[in-house]
C-alpha cells in the first residue's frame, strides 16, 4: 500500500500544470475531490469509486460524470468505504475489486458490483486473496486481477467469471509488484509498471497473459519506470499514465503519457499530462480517456483535478 501521509488537502494554486497541447482537456474536478480512487465508464458515464478524501479518511463516495454536460452527480454510495480498489464494467454493471478499508494496512478480498437501473450495489464472490493497490482488466467478459499489497500479495494472479460468479486461479504474475496498472487489449491481459518494496521500487515492465495459453510473456518495457499510474485500452493500444517515485520532480510525480502498440511491441511517448499527478486510474469512452481526481504530491496531496487526453 502506499506511503500515504494525511495532510491538509492541496490549494488549487500549488497544482502546477504543464503547457498546454490540443490534445488534453481540463474538466470539472470531482466533486468531492480523491485520489487512490477505482474508475470505471458505463452507459457513457465514467464512475469514480472510493479513495482517501483530503482529510486522509477512506471515502465510500461514487461520483458519475456526464461528458455531455461536464458535471457530476453521486450515486449509492459503496456498501464498504474503500482506497486503492479497482473497477471494471461487464454486462451492464460496474464492479470493484479489492481495496484497502479505513483501517490502514489490511486489504479485502470483497467485490461488489453496481446496477445503475436500480442505483443499488450488491456482492458479489470474493477474491482468492485480499489485496488492494492491485490492478484488473477485461479480456472476453471476465475479469483478470493482478498483484497488489500486501508484499505476500504481489504475483497473485486470477480470473472472475461475472455470469457464474466465481474465481479461478491463475498462474502467478512473473514480476511482483503493486501499483501496477492493467487492461486488457485484444484477447490479451497487460500488467504494466507498478513497484515493490516501496515508492522507491518502481519498474518499468510490461507482461502479457494470455487466456488460451494459460502462460505470460515479457513485452517491450515501458519507457518511464513508474508505480501508482493509470492505464486505459483504446484503439487497440495501452495507454499508460502519471505515477510517483520520480526523483527528478520536486513533488515527485510523473506527467509522462506513454502508449503501447502490441502489434509492434513497441511504445510512444504522447503530449505530458496537464497535471503530474499519481493516484489515478483511467477509462476510455468515444476515443477520450478520463482521468478524474488523483495526488499532486507522493506519498499524499489529494489535488481537485480531472483531465482528459482525446486521441488522435
Not at 30 to 56: C, K, M, N, S, T
Not at 148 to 175: I, N, Q
Not at 189 to 197: D, E, H, I, Q, T
Not at 272 to 279: F, N, R, Y
Request: proline share 9%; hydrophobic share 45%.
Amino acid at each position: 500500500m502506499s506511503s500515504c501521509i494525511p495532510r491538509a488537502g492541496v490549494a488549487p494554486s500549488a497544482i502546477v500544470r504543464s503547457a498546454t497541447t490540443q490534445q488534453w482537456v481540463e474538466l470539472a474536478p470531482l466533486g468531492e475531490p480523491r485520489q487512490e480512487v477505482a474508475v470505471a465508464e458505463l452507459g457513457g458515464r465514467i464512475y469514480v469509486v472510493g479513495g482517501f478524501r483530503r482529510d486522509g479518511s477512506t471515502s465510500d463516495a461514487v461520483e458519475v460524470y456526464d461528458p455531455a454536460t461536464d458535471s457530476w452527480a453521486f450515486a449509492a454510495p459503496l456498501p464498504l468505504a474503500l482506497n486503492h480498489a479497482t473497477a471494471a464494467t461487464v454486462n451492464g454493471r460496474v464492479f470493484v475489486v479489492g481495496g484497502h478499508p479505513p483501517s490502514g494496512a489490511a486489504a479485502v478480498d470483497t467485490v461488489f458490483a453496481y446496477d445503475p437501473a436500480a442505483n443499488r450495489w450488491e456482492s458479489r464472490a470474493p477474491m482468492p486473496t485480499a489485496r488492494g493497490a492491485l490492478a484488473i482488466g477485461v479480456v472476453e467478459g471476465k475479469i483478470y486481477a493482478a498483484g497488489g499489497s500486501p508484499d505476500p500479495r504481489e504475483r497473485d494472479f486470477a480470473v472472475y467469471d461475472p455470469a457464474a460468479d466465481a474465481w479461478t486461479v491463475l498462474p502467478p504474475m512473473p514480476t511482483p509488484r503493486n501499483h501496477l496498472a492493467a487492461a486488457g487489449v485484444n484477447g490479451r491481459f497487460y500488467a504494466v509498471g507498478g513497484r515493490s518494496g516501496g515508492i522507491g521500487g518502481i519498474t518499468a515492465i510490461l507482461e502479457e497473459y494470455d487466456p488460451a495459453t494459460g502462460s505470460w510473456t515479457s513485452r517491450a518495457s515501458m519507457p518511464t519506470a513508474r508505480g501508482g499510474i493509470a492505464a486505459a485500452a483504446a484503439n487497440g493500444r495501452l495507454f499508460v499514465f502519471g505515477g510517483e517515485g520520480n526523483r527528478n520532480h520536486p513533488m515527485g510525480v510523473f506527467e509522462q503519457a506513454e502508449a503501447y502498440d502490441p502489434a509492434a511491441d513497441s511504445w510512444q511517448s504522447l503530449s505530458p499530462m496537464l497535471i503530474p499527478a499519481h493516484g489515478i486510474s483511467a477509462t476510455a469512452l468515444n476515443n477520450v480517456i478520463y482521468i478524474p481526481g488523483g495526488a499532486i504530491i507522493e506519498g499524499f496531496g489529494v489535488a481537485p483535478i480531472h483531465q482528459a487526453l482525446r486521441l488522435e
